[in-house]
């Protein structure tokens, strides 16, 4: 039995590889692109370390060419979600009683397994089956869901190392148990890291996890599952299903032991799953932990002092990096009437410069987006803006989806405030922008602050320190990570802990001490050394006059 303090190892950033032409990174990376589009996976569910294959199997398609097939998985039903339920609650009781220091070890060797063996697959993978390019994967894909494992395992020593005092005559302690039930982690399929974190952050704190990614994500997906197991995560503490949305919900929402969700995606998915739950309350061992981060209408502020070209950088990288299909991506912009022009003159020469296509060509900076449902999507509001009187198009406004779901990045300008673009979350390369009157700078934040539902991020670009002083007060609720003088994208962990409010989830911060502590359900525990064996406090004794009075007959 172990007797000891341990301390982690502190935590650091992993570094982001660069991929430059010639560069033994680039080299491995796209000999392991040629080797898995060479493959077509069979890919099966994994429950209570069981491969589980029905025979109902889907294709995986890159979005940047749908007529190659990379594999197919397969679907599961009702039936196999309550196969994983029971796995999960089978491996609950030995996963949870597991001294934390070896729970520690497990997602530690993860993050190296991520950095060296599984890095260039991972990488891979998210490039073929997301259509993100070198770049975009590396950063997500592999350092994010490193730092993830790194960190949370720092954050879970810190959370366990924070005690109560004690008074004299006592020893106070607080343990933190893991809930009682099973974590449904719900994932999206725009970041790898989030797929991997979702289910790990709960996993790590003694819980055990029914894990369902988005469909578009499953390929990826797959890797991930396959670095748990290499890692040493027991059979049934994480089991992986591919089942529709809503099957999944009804045997998940209903279940007694349900003990909490770990959500990213819509939001108005989010609510219905809220609402679910709240009508199913009676039915549960406990009240659920609700943890979710949905969309976001980020924006971009400029001050009539801001520099012009640093707020075009913003606009390039923070609305098209990985085609604006990013939670924090900017989709609205307000420049002030002096400088308009010239940023947005710097944003079309940026934008005409980019390439767009197939994620194994390293020169292209735009490859697709992610399904046939948001290219159609896309289309439709960019066709909009081409017939709308409040609205034009400056750049791109282009789509084609016979090879693959390409949507040109576009810039829409719109003499509207309230135009619907800058208020509709899209989750594509569109931005727009509304231009204001350079001495309306503090009405148009109350304009940004009450524009959108959703409070996710945002960026405010000034050199003027009483600007960046009024926005920061001004939209002190209008975006959960905010940025000075920056693109509203690419929060690190341990750096920028990430999550927003309002229509934008529940905020509670990934990549923080904070997301940790709700996976966690706390016991105090209070021993005394000398027990009192008189019922009798001090204050029920008399004084000695009542005494004396006593005695006298008085």
């Given at each position: ?27 491995e990376?796209?000999?392991?692109l040629?080797?898995?589009?060479q ?47 029971d ?36 990488n891979?993978?998210?490039m ?5 390019n070198?770049f975009?994967?590396?950063?997500d ?12 395992v ?14 004299p ?11 009682e039930?099973f ?15 979702l289910?790990?952050?709960?996993a790590m ?44 919900g009804?045997v ?43 969309g ?22 923070g ?9 924090s ?17 710097y944003?079309?020469?940026d934008l005409?410069s ?7 060509d390293f ?6 987006v ?5 290219f159609?999507?896309l289309?439709?509001y ?15 406004g ?31 390369p569109?931005?727009?922008v509304?231009v204001?009157d350079a ?5 148009t ?31 002190v ?10 693109k ?12 927003g ?8 911060k ?12 706390p016991?105090?525990?209070k ?15 008399s ?12």
């Amino acid at each position: 039995m172990a007797n000891a303090f341990f301390n982690v190892p502190t935590p650091i950033n992993e570094p982001v590889k660069g991929y430059a032409p010639n560069s033994p990174e680039r080299i491995e990376l796209l000999k392991m692109l040629k080797e898995l589009k060479q493959q077509e996976r069979d890919i099966p569910m994994h429950i209570g370390g069981q491969e589980v294959r029905t025979g109902k199997t889907l294709p995986i398609n890159p979005p940047h060419d749908h007529q190659h097939t990379l594999g197919f998985f397969h679907e599961g039903d009702a039936s196999h979600v309550q196969q994983a339920i029971d796995a999960a609650l089978a491996a609950r009781e030995q996963w949870a009683a597991l001294p934390w220091e070896q729970r520690a070890a497990i997602f530690l060797k993860a993050s190296d397994l991520l950095a060296g063996p599984y890095r260039a697959r991972i990488n891979a993978a998210t490039m073929l089956g997301q259509s993100k390019n070198a770049f975009q994967a590396e950063i997500d894909a592999a350092c994010e869901l490193i730092d993830f494992f790194r960190f949370n395992v720092h954050y879970m020593q810190e959370l366990y190392r924070q005690q109560p005092e004690s008074a004299p005559g006592m020893w106070n302690r607080l343990e933190h148990r893991s809930l009682e039930g099973f974590v449904f982690a719900l994932t999206p399929f725009n970041f790898t890291s989030i797929a991997g974190n979702l289910p790990t952050s709960a996993a790590m704190m003694g819980n055990v996890v029914v894990w369902k990614p988005a469909y578009t994500q499953i390929y990826s997906a797959q890797v991930l599952m396959e670095l748990f197991k290499e890692a040493g995560v027991p059979d049934g503490v994480i089991n992986l299903i591919y089942v529709d949305g809503p099957v999944a919900g009804n045997v998940i929402f209903n279940h007694r032991d349900f003990a909490g969700i770990h959500f990213t995606g819509s939001t108005g998915v989010f609510q219905t799953i809220w609402k679910t739950i709240g009508e199913n309350i009676p039915k549960y061992r406990s009240f659920p932990r609700i943890v979710g981060e949905t969309g976001g209408k980020d924006f971009i502020v400029a001050h009539p002092s801001a520099h012009a070209k640093a707020v075009a950088t913003a606009i390039t990288r923070g609305a098209f990096e990985y085609q604006g299909q990013k939670c924090s991506a900017a989709s609205r912009v307000y420049l002030p009437s002096n400088l308009a022009d010239e940023i947005l003159g710097y944003v079309k020469e940026d934008l005409a410069s980019f390439k767009m296509g197939d994620v194994e060509d390293f020169s292209n900076f735009i490859n697709a987006v992610i399904s046939e449902v948001s290219f159609d999507k896309l289309a439709k509001y960019i066709d909009g803006a081409k017939a709308d009187a409040d609205a034009e198009i400056v750049a791109g406004g282009g789509y084609d989806k016979s090879k693959g779901y390409f949507v040109e990045p576009t810039v829409i300008v719109t003499k509207d405030p309230q135009y619907v673009t800058m208020r509709t979350e899209l989750f594509g390369p569109v931005v727009t922008v509304y231009v204001y009157d350079a001495d309306q700078f503090e009405q148009t934040l109350e304009l940004v602050d009450s524009t959108s539902p959703y409070a996710l991020t945002g960026a405010i670009f000034s050199q003027d320190r009483y600007a960046i002083d009024l926005a920061s007060k001004k939209l002190v609720n209008a975006a959960g990570n905010f940025y000075i003088n920056d693109k509203p994208t690419g929060a690190v962990v341990g750096q920028q802990p990430f999550g927003g409010a309002r229509a934008s989830g529940t905020n509670d911060k990934a990549g923080s001490i904070l997301n940790l502590l709700r996976w966690v359900s706390p016991r105090a525990i209070k021993e005394t050394f000398v027990p009192v064996t008189d019922y009798r406090y001090p204050f029920l004794g008399s004084e000695p006059q009542e005494d004396l009075n006593r005695d006298k007959g008085l």
